[in-house]
DNA sequence: AATGAATGAGAGTTCATTCAT
DNA sequence: GATGAATGAACTCTCATTCAT
C-alpha cells in the first residue's frame, strides 16, 4: 500500500518532469529549454530532475520514444488486409487520418516536437527521423497493399505517393494545431473529422475531384 | 578603382561569411552553430565577423531576408492570368513546380534553413513563418483567380487547398535534398522535371488520376 | 540475546561500509570515491551511510585512526633494549621490517592510503602525515638506542637517518603492493620476508655491502 | 616588434595561469583547486583560463609534461661511462644527488606535485607515474653499468637497488621541501649539498659506513 | 535501523560579444 | 578593415547531505 503510494507519488514526479520538459521543448525548442525552468515550473530542486533522468538529452529521447511508440500504434490499426471499391478506400484512408488527427489534437505538445522541426540535437533528431520514416513507411506499405489488391494502378510510384501523402499529414497538423497557418485560414477551427475528409479526398482525387 | 576594389573585396569577405553561416546553419541549426566555426572556415577573425554583422541573430534574420526575396520572386512568375483547359493549369502547374524544384536544387542550404525546421530562436523562426506564409498565399491566390475563371469548383475550400499543396511541396523539397526521406525510395535520385510532374499529376487527380 | 545480535548485525554493517570505503579511497582516491559507491558496494540505501557516519570527511578519519593504531603496535614491538653484535642489529632490523611488510602485504589497501599518497582533503592528510611521523620516530628511537648501547657511531645524524629508512620502507611498499615498480622488476613477487632481508641489508651495508 | 611583444605578453599569461595552477595543484591538491582560485589569482576573468587551456584536466597534464622533461634532463647528465674508484662512484653519485636536489629547490611545487601525492584523477597519476619510472629507469642503467665496469658486484638485484635508490631520493626530498619532516628534524634547513654528501654516503655505506 | 527521494550549493565549461591595438 | 585576447553571464551536471516515513 505505503510502497504503491509512494511509487505512483515517485512516478508522477517523473511524469511532471516530462510533461513539463515536453511542452517547453515543443514550444521553445531544445536548446531554449532550461532545466531550471523546467524544474521551477514543477516546484522541485535542480537536483531532482537528475534523479529521474540522466541528462537533458536522455529526457529529450525519452519523451520522443515513448511518443514514437503511441504514434506508431494509432497508424498501425490502418492497415488495409482485403479488397474494396474505391469508396472503401476513401472511407478506410479517412478514419485513419481521423484516428491520427484526434491523437494529435490531444498530443499536441508531441507533435509539436515530431513535426515541428524542433531545433534540437543530433541524436534526438535522428530519433525523430526514424519516428517519420517509420510512419511514412507504414503508409508505403497501405498504398503497396492496395496495389496488390488491384485497387491501385500498379504504375504509380508508391514511395513518392507515401512521401506525399506524409507530406499531407504533416502540413496539415502543423498548421491545425500549431500557428504554421496563413491568418485567417480557418484551419484551426476544424474539426479532426473534418480535416480527415477533406485531406482524404485531396488525396485520391486531388484538386479536381469533388 | 582602389576603393572599388576594396569595397568589392569586402563584400566578397561578407559573402564568404554569409554563404559559410548558412551552410552550418542549415547543416547543424543555429545554435550548434559557433561564430567560431563560421571565422575558422572563412579564414579570418573571430573580431571581423563583428565587422559586418551586429549579431549572431542579425545574420540568421539577413540570411533569411534575402532567402525569402528569391523564394517570392520564383513563385509570382506564376500567377494566373487567363482562363484554360485543365491541361493547361496542370501545365502551369507543373512549370511553377519545376522553377521552384530548380531554384531550391540550386539553393538547398536556404531550402533546408527553411524547411527543415532548423531549430533556431524566435524572430528567425517568426521570419521564416512568414516566408513561408506567403509562399501559401501566392498558391491561394493562384487558387483564388482559378476560380473565379471557372476553372476549379466554387465549393472547394481554397485556404485548405493551399496549405495541402504547400505541404506537398515542402515535403517533396524536404525528402528531395535533405535526408528526410525513406532508404530506398529513390526520390534523391529523380530530378526537378520528374518531380515537378508527379507532384503536379497529384495536386490534380490525387491517388487515383492516371 | 536478540540485542547483542543486533548491535553484531549493526558492527557487521559499519564494517562493511568501512572496509568498502577503505578499498575505494586506497584505489581511487578521496574525492573520487563517492558515498553513492559506497553503499551501492554494500547493498545499502544511501541514508544508511550516514547512520553510521557523520561525514565522508569523517569515516576517512575513523579508517586513518583505526590504521595507525595497528601500524603502530606493529612496530612498538621492534624496539630495541639492550646491545648486541652487528648481526644482531640486522637480523633485529630484518625481523622488523619483516613483520611490517606482512602486515602491509594483509592490509595493502591501508598501506595505499597511507603511503600511495591518496590524495585527501587537508584533516585527513593531517591524520595521515602524524601517522607516517609517528613511525619514523619509532625508527629514530631505534637509532638511538644503538648510539646509545655503542652500536652505531655517534657521528651520524640520526633523524636523517631515521628519514632514510623510513624512505626506504615506503618506497619498496609502494612498489611491491601498489603497481608503483618498473615493468619488469620482479618486485612484485617476492615475498616479506624476501623484501625484509634485502633492505635490511641495503639499510646497513648500502649499496657496496655483501 | 609589435608582433613579438604580444607573443610576449601572451606567453606571460599563459604561464601566470601555469605557474598558479602549478602551485595551487602541489599545495591543495587537483580537487580543491578551482578554475576560479586560479583566475582570480592571476587577476584574469573565468573564460581566459579556456583561451589557453582546453580544461583543468589539460593545464594538469601539460604542468606534468613540461615537467616530466626538465626532471629527465637533469637526470640523463649523470649516466656512467667509463670505470673508476669507489670514491670515483660515491663522488659521482654525490653530484647527480646534488643536481637533483638544487633542481627540486628552485622547483618545489613541481616536485610537491610529483612526490607529494597530489591526489589526482587517473591520466595525471598516470603521467606522473610514468614520469617516476623513467626516473628509476635512469638510476637502474647506471646500475648496471657500474656491475659491467665491475664496479658493483653482479650478484645484486639491480632493480631493487635502483627502487631504493628512488625511494631514498623520494623520501629526501618530501621531507626537505614540503613538511614530510619529524618536527625537530633540521632537515628544512640543509642544504642541497649537505643531502646529497649524506644520501650518497648512506647508498653506498649503508648505516654503518662513516 | 533503514530507506531513498529531495535538496542546493558549487563546480567546470561554453560562447557570443567587446575592444585596444 | 582586421585582429585575437579577454570577458562574464549562463548553462548543465555532481554529489554530500538531509529528512519524512
Do not use: C
Given at each position: 500500500m505505503s510502497a504503491d503510494k509512494e511509487a505512483q507519488i515517485s512516478n508522477e514526479r517523473r511524469d511532471q518532469?516530462?510533461?513539463?520538459?515536453?511542452?517547453?521543448?515543443?514550444?521553445?525548442?531544445?536548446?531554449?529549454?532550461?532545466?531550471?525552468?523546467?524544474?521551477?515550473?514543477?516546484?522541485?530542486?535542480?537536483?531532482?530532475?537528475?534523479?529521474?533522468?540522466?541528462?537533458?538529452?536522455?529526457?529529450?529521447?525519452?519523451?520522443?520514444?515513448?511518443?514514437?511508440?503511441?504514434?506508431?500504434?494509432?497508424?498501425?490499426?490502418?492497415?488495409?488486409?482485403?479488397?474494396?471499391?474505391?469508396?472503401?478506400?476513401?472511407?478506410?484512408?479517412?478514419?485513419?487520418?481521423?484516428?491520427?488527427?484526434?491523437?494529435?489534437?490531444?498530443?499536441?505538445?508531441?507533435?509539436?516536437?515530431?513535426?515541428?522541426?524542433?531545433?534540437?540535437?543530433?541524436?534526438?533528431?535522428?530519433?525523430?527521423?526514424?519516428?517519420?520514416?517509420?510512419?511514412?513507411?507504414?503508409?508505403?506499405?497501405?498504398?503497396?497493399?492496395?496495389?496488390?489488391?488491384?485497387?491501385?494502378?500498379?504504375?504509380?510510384?508508391?514511395?513518392?505517393?507515401?512521401?506525399?501523402?506524409?507530406?499531407?499529414?504533416?502540413?496539415?497538423?502543423?498548421?491545425?494545431?500549431?500557428?504554421?497557418?496563413?491568418?485567417?485560414?480557418?484551419?484551426?477551427?476544424?474539426?479532426?473529422?473534418?480535416?480527415?475528409?477533406?485531406?482524404?479526398?485531396?488525396?485520391?482525387?486531388?484538386?479536381?475531384?469533388?
Open positions: 518532469i516530462l510533461q513539463s520538459a515536453l511542452r517547453r521543448f515543443a514550444k521553445d525548442g531544445y536548446h531554449a529549454t532550461k532545466i531550471s525552468d523546467i524544474v521551477a515550473e514543477v516546484g522541485v530542486a535542480q537536483g531532482t530532475f537528475y534523479w529521474y533522468f540522466k541528462s537533458k538529452e536522455a529526457i529529450a529521447l525519452e519523451i520522443v520514444k515513448e511518443g514514437r511508440e503511441q504514434l506508431l500504434e494509432v497508424i498501425a490499426q490502418g492497415y488495409r488486409r482485403k479488397a474494396g471499391t474505391v469508396q472503401d478506400m476513401v472511407h478506410a484512408s479517412e478514419a485513419l487520418l481521423d484516428r491520427l488527427f484526434q491523437f494529435a489534437e490531444s498530443n499536441r505538445y508531441l507533435m509539436e516536437l515530431f513535426f515541428g522541426g524542433g531545433g534540437t540535437i543530433e541524436p534526438i533528431r535522428k530519433a525523430i527521423g526514424e519516428t517519420r520514416a517509420a510512419m511514412e513507411n507504414a503508409f508505403l506499405q497501405n498504398i503497396r497493399r492496395a496495389i496488390e489488391l488491384g485497387m491501385l494502378p500498379a504504375t504509380i510510384d508508391a514511395e513518392f505517393r507515401a512521401a506525399l501523402i506524409m507530406s499531407l499529414i504533416e502540413g496539415v497538423i502543423s498548421r491545425w494545431l500549431f500557428g504554421f497557418a496563413l491568418p485567417d485560414s480557418g484551419i484551426a477551427s476544424k474539426t479532426a473529422q473534418e480535416l480527415a475528409a477533406e485531406t482524404a479526398r485531396f488525396e485520391f482525387f486531388g484538386l479536381l475531384g469533388v
